[in-house]
C-alpha cells in the first residue's frame, strides 16, 4: 500500500506553458468554424433534395415540392386568386361508382365561379351547387338548389362557406380532390349519398345549348342580360311569356342575381330559382318526343365534343341510363326546392381575418327541405329495396331473343328458360350476323329487367349493354333486345 502511495509522489507531470494571444485567437475561430460546419451539414443533409430519400423535409426547408401554398382571403372572405393551387401534384384517383340501372342515385351539379367574367375571383369556387335525386321505383324525380353562402362544416376542415369546399379539396390534393370534398359536404349537409357528380364549363354549358337549338324559358320579372359581361350587350327580357333564350342568353339568365347589375331583386336565392328554370329548360327540349331520338342517336357524338368542358364520375353508358329513366319521369313528378329566408339565420363571421356575412342552416328545416324532394320513407340508399322479381315484373318489359350463333333453335329454348324465370317473352328470332358475345339492346328504360338479367348473369359487364337506336328500330314494339352469343351456349342450362 505504501508503495503504491510512493509511486504518485514521485510521479511528475509536464509543465504546460502559457498559451500566447495568438495561440488562444486560432482555437476560437477554429471552434467557431466547426460549430459552422456542424450547422451547415446538418441542414445540408436534412433538406437533402438533390436525390430521392425516404420521407419529407421539414417546414423550416421551404421545399417548394413539400409545401402547399398558404391561401389569401380577400374582403368577402373567398381565396384569391393566387391562392389556387399550382403544384402539380395529382389527387388520390377515387374509383367511380357503378350503377345498376335500377336504383335510386343522387347527383350533385357544380358551377364553379371560373373567373371568365371580369373582376371575378376564386375560380374553384363553386356558386352553383343543386343536388338531383332520381328514384327509378316511383319514377319521380327532384332538386334543391343550395346557396353557395352557407355555414357549413366542410369534414376535415371546419365551419366555412360551402363554395369553398371545392377549393379546399383541390389545395388539399384529397382522395378525389375538389368533387370528393365538395360531394362529401352537401352529402353530410342534407343526411343523403351522393354518387355522382357534375361540372359543366360555361364555354360548354353556352356551346351544348346551342347545338340543341336553344331553350324556352317564362321569366317571372323583367330583367336585363349581360352576355358578354361588359355592359356592351344588354338585352332586356321582360316577363309575361314564354322567351327563347340561346346558350350566352341562358347563361347570363342563370347567373344573374343583383339587381344593380340585370336588375334582379331576390339575389341568390331567386338566382336558384332562374337556374332550376334552365334545368328543366334543357330537359323539355332534349326529352321532346320529337328531339330524343336524335339526342341518344347522337350521345358519343355529343361525349366526344363537349367532353373537354364536362367534368363527372358518371360514364357515358350510365348517362344514357339516366336519359331513358328521366324520359319516363314526367314533368309533374319532378319537385324543385329552394331554400328561403326562412330556413336561414343570417350572421357574420370572421374568415382569414375579414369580416364577412354568411347564412346558417336550420337542420330541421334542412330535413323538411330535403323530404320534399325525396319520397318520404322511400330508399335514400344506393340500392333500389324489394324483390328482384317483383321489381322485374312490375316493368312489363316486351323481350325479344335474338339467336346470334349457329346453335339451332337457342332462341326458342333461351325463351323458353327466361319464361320460366317469370321474364316475358314477345318474339324471337335469327339475328343478322354472329355474337361471341351476348349483347342486351335496351330499347326502353325497363331498368329492373335490365338488373334482373345481369343477377341471372346474362350479361357480365357494362359492355355487353347497347342504346343502339338502329337495332330497336329493326324490332318494333320490343322494350329489350337479348342477342345471344356463343357465351350464353354454356350457361343455358340443362333441359331448355
Not at 433538406?47 to 430519400?53: A, G, K, M, R
Not at 415540392?65 to 384569391?80: D, Q, R
Not at 316511383?138 to 365551419?159: C, E, H, Q, Y
Not at 336519359?323 to 319521369?329: E, F, G, P, Q, S
Request: proline share 6%.
Amino acid at each position: 500500500m505504501n508503495g503504491f502511495v510512493n509511486f504518485f509522489k514521485n510521479l511528475k507531470f509536464p509543465k504546460f506553458a502559457r498559451p500566447s494571444v495568438g495561440r488562444i485567437i486560432f482555437w476560437v475561430i477554429a471552434l467557431v468554424v466547426a460549430v459552422g460546419f456542424f450547422v451547415f451539414m446538418r441542414g445540408f443533409i436534412t433538406c437533402w433534395e438533390l436525390t430521392s430519400l425516404d420521407g419529407a423535409p421539414p417546414e423550416s426547408c421551404n421545399s417548394s415540392s413539400s409545401v402547399l401554398p398558404a391561401f389569401g382571403f380577400n374582403a368577402k372572405g373567398t381565396p384569391n386568386k393566387s391562392a389556387v393551387p399550382t403544384i402539380g401534384v395529382a389527387a388520390p384517383v377515387v374509383q367511380a361508382p357503378s350503377w345498376d340501372g335500377g336504383s335510386r342515385i343522387n347527383i350533385v351539379f357544380f358551377g364553379l365561379r371560373g373567373g371568365q367574367i371580369s373582376g371575378e375571383d376564386c375560380p374553384l369556387c363553386t356558386d352553383t351547387i343543386i343536388l338531383f335525386t332520381i328514384d327509378p321505383v316511383s319514377k319521380t324525380a327532384g332538386m334543391i338548389s343550395i346557396p353557395r353562402d352557407l355555414w357549413v362544416n366542410i369534414p376535415g376542415f371546419g365551419f366555412s362557406r360551402i363554395n369553398t369546399a371545392w377549393t379546399d379539396g383541390e389545395a388539399s390534393k384529397l382522395p378525389g380532390g375538389g368533387p370528393g370534398l365538395a360531394m362529401k359536404t352537401v352529402s353530410q349537409l342534407m343526411g343523403v349519398p351522393i354518387q355522382y357528380y357534375a361540372q359543366v364549363d360555361f364555354d360548354t354549358f353556352v356551346a351544348f345549348i346551342n347545338t340543341i337549338g336553344g331553350v324556352d324559358i317564362r321569366p317571372y320579372e323583367n330583367l336585363r342580360l349581360d352576355p358578354l359581361g361588359n355592359g356592351k350587350d344588354k338585352f332586356i327580357l321582360t316577363k309575361g311569356g314564354m322567351r327563347h333564350l340561346d346558350g350566352a342568353l341562358s347563361l347570363a339568365y342563370a347567373r344573374c342575381r343583383d339587381q344593380d347589375q340585370c336588375g334582379a331583386t331576390g339575389g341568390d336565392l331567386d338566382r336558384s330559382k332562374r337556374q332550376q328554370q334552365v334545368i328543366l329548360a334543357i330537359r323539355n327540349k332534349v326529352l321532346d318526343p320529337a328531339n330524343f331520338p336524335t339526342m341518344i342517336a347522337q350521345a358519343p357524338t355529343f361525349y366526344k365534343t363537349f367532353g373537354g368542358g364536362i367534368h363527372t364520375n358518371m360514364a357515358l353508358t350510365d348517362a344514357i341510363k339516366l336519359a331513358y329513366l328521366m324520359k319516363d319521369v314526367p314533368i309533374k313528378s319532378i319537385k324543385s326546392v329552394v331554400f328561403s329566408n326562412n330556413d336561414l339565420v343570417s350572421a357574420n363571421t370572421v374568415l382569414a381575418g375579414a369580416a364577412a356575412s354568411v347564412e346558417k342552416p336550420i337542420p330541421d328545416k334542412v330535413r323538411l327541405l330535403r323530404d320534399e324532394i325525396f319520397t318520404t320513407g322511400g330508399p335514400v340508399s344506393p340500392m333500389a329495396q324489394g324483390d328482384p322479381i317483383a321489381l322485374m315484373q312490375a316493368d312489363n318489359t316486351r323481350l325479344g331473343v335474338i339467336n346470334g350463333t349457329y346453335t339451332t333453335n337457342l332462341d326458342q329454348r333461351t325463351a323458353n328458360y327466361f319464361h320460366s324465370l317469370g321474364l316475358s317473352v314477345a318474339g324471337t328470332g335469327r339475328a343478322s350476323q354472329l355474337y361471341s358475345q351476348t349483347t342486351v339492346y335496351m330499347c326502353s328504360p325497363k331498368l329492373y329487367t335490365l338488373r334482373y338479367l345481369v343477377a341471372r348473369a346474362v350479361i357480365t359487364t357494362g359492355n355487353q349493354i347497347s342504346f343502339n337506336s338502329s337495332q330497336c328500330q329493326s324490332y318494333p314494339g320490343i322494350d329489350v333486345i337479348v342477342v345471344l352469343g356463343s357465351d350464353w351456349i354454356p350457361k343455358l342450362p340443362p333441359g331448355f
